[in-house]
């Protein structure tokens, strides 16, 4: 049997995109002939799409599907391993249809379990593996959450990706009628809320009543323990200690945000500007942040470095 060497492995890998072990594996079992071994991994087709199971998948996209009318949207993180996966057309067609399946879906696990919405034949997850055998990498829907307005409530979702799938947001705004869902400057709101979103990594709320109130007390906590305040009185700390809990929650709220377009107003300003034009209350009611690979541990490893440990692996 030929040896099997890294760089045999790493030009099979280039040429056909599948993981390394595949690829140690096809070539051990064509005496390391290349093109038998291409051969060799075509055939094996989806048989070797659950081995890559076990691969961190930090890359990939946010992207969001809306409904036309706005009354249901979707904001769904899908994740590959590499950046290169992730700007290939048949990733960007499969996390576009994931989005708008993920529309009648309530977990993860209902939404792979869908008949596939370009082949009912097979399941969501079949789909996937079947994709992750066309492109070597482990693929996985990692969240989403879709949104639509309570019945019998006048609303629309929107959304906004941001830096090439990178970050994405997905915003409910809720007005009085029907009527004012089909007013541009409320629809411009909705884009322009989800847009304020994208920009402030720090908002978690919408208004600085909707904070928990054990958040406040966290705040509080860590404020009266800083060490420039131990020697303060006591109803200074208080003082001091007030002033910087409103400023923190100001921070985490939305509608406390400067406006991106217009500096000099905040959310909430531009809120009441486009109720006095719509002529009726409107509310933002609630929204979702997600950006990409965050809280997922990436391993840093080059090239060949990774070869080198594949190879030695039995």
């Known amino acids: 049997m030929a040896e099997i060497s890294a760089k045999l492995v790493q030009e099979l890998r280039q040429k056909t995109g599948v993981g390394m072990m595949d690829c140690k594996k096809a070539l051990k079992e064509t005496d390391g002939n290349i093109d038998e071994a291409v051969d060799w991994l075509r055939k094996k087709g989806i048989a070797s799409a659950g081995k890559k199971s076990d691969r961190i998948a930090a890359e990939g996209l946010v992207d969001t599907y809306i409904q036309p009318g706005g009354q249901v949207g979707v904001l769904i993180e899908v994740n590959c391993q590499t950046d290169f996966v992730a700007r290939n057309d048949a990733f960007k067609a499969l996390v576009k249809n994931l989005a708008q399946q993920a529309a009648t879906a309530d977990s993860v696990e209902s939404l792979l379990a869908q008949p596939y919405i370009e082949n009912a034949d097979v399941t969501v997850d079949e789909a996937i593996k079947q994709v992750i055998a066309t492109l070597g990498e482990n693929i996985r829907v990692r969240r989403f959450v879709n949104f639509s307005p309570a019945q ?163």
């Open 152 to 314: 019998g409530t006048p609303g629309i979702v929107d959304s906004y990706i941001h830096t090439g799938g990178r970050v994405g947001v997905l915003v409910e705004l809720q007005a009085q009628t029907d009527a004012a869902t089909t007013n541009e400057e409320f629809q411009n709101l909705a884009r322009n809320a989800a847009m304020q979103v994208a920009a402030c990594p720090n908002v978690e709320y919408v208004s600085v009543d909707k904070i928990p109130a054990e958040i406040t007390q966290k705040e509080k906590d860590i404020e009266m323990g800083k060490d420039d305040l131990a020697n303060k009185p006591e109803n200074i700390r208080e003082k001091i200690v007030q002033g910087r809990i409103e400023k923190r929650l100001k921070e985490l709220a939305l509608l406390d945000q400067p406006y991106i377009r217009d500096q000099s107003i905040s959310v909430e300003d531009l809120v009441k500007q486009v109720k006095a034009k719509v002529g009726e209350d409107i509310q933002v009611l609630r929204f979702t942040r997600y950006v990409l690979g965050e809280g997922i541990e990436k391993q840093e490893m080059s090239f060949a470095d990774e070869v080198a440990a594949q190879i030695g692996a039995k």
